[in-house]
Nanobody, 126 residues
Framework: QVQLVESGGGLVQAGGSLRLSCAASGRTFSSYGMGWCWFRQAPGKERESVAAISWSGATTYYADYVKGRFTISRDNAKNTVYLQMNSLKPEETAVYYC?????????????????WGQGTQVTVSS
């Protein structure tokens, strides 16, 4: 059984920063070869991709609305992926989810991801 557990969410003022972490565990799980993506879903809105990283870390994807402010990274030895979020905006208040795909790619499409975390709440106050 594979578990992805997000942490690092919380309340922050507009313009502030947060660093999300997603740790994977499971007897048969290894992050080597896995692609990762962060998604978010605000109340009443559809889930959207935020950032993704390939298995090697060589390829990344960023949604236009976070480019230059968010950075995704990974530590395969720790089975952990991170999302550094800077200059946060109130409209980015959402539940943030991490997901993993055995394809190893940095695809932003949720249908490609077979493993999901339970989400962590990020609230940005104005």
């Amino acid at each position: 059984q594979v578990q992805l557990v997000e942490s690092g969410g919380g309340l922050v003022q507009a313009g502030g920063s947060l660093r999300l972490s997603c740790a994977a565990s499971g007897r048969t799980f290894s992050s080597y070869g896995m692609g990762w993506c962060w998604f978010r879903q605000a109340p009443g809105k559809e889930r959207e991709s935020v950032a993704a990283i390939s298995w090697s870390g060589a390829t990344t994807y960023y949604a236009d609305y976070v480019k230059g402010r968010f950075t995704i990274s990974r530590d395969n030895a720790k089975n952990t992926v991170y999302l550094q979020m800077n200059s946060l905006k109130p409209e980015e208040t959402a539940v943030y989810y991490c997901a993993a795909t055995r394809s190893g790619s940095s695809t932003p499409y949720s249908s490609e991801y077979g493993y999901w975390g339970q989400g962590t709440q990020v609230t940005v106050s104005s």
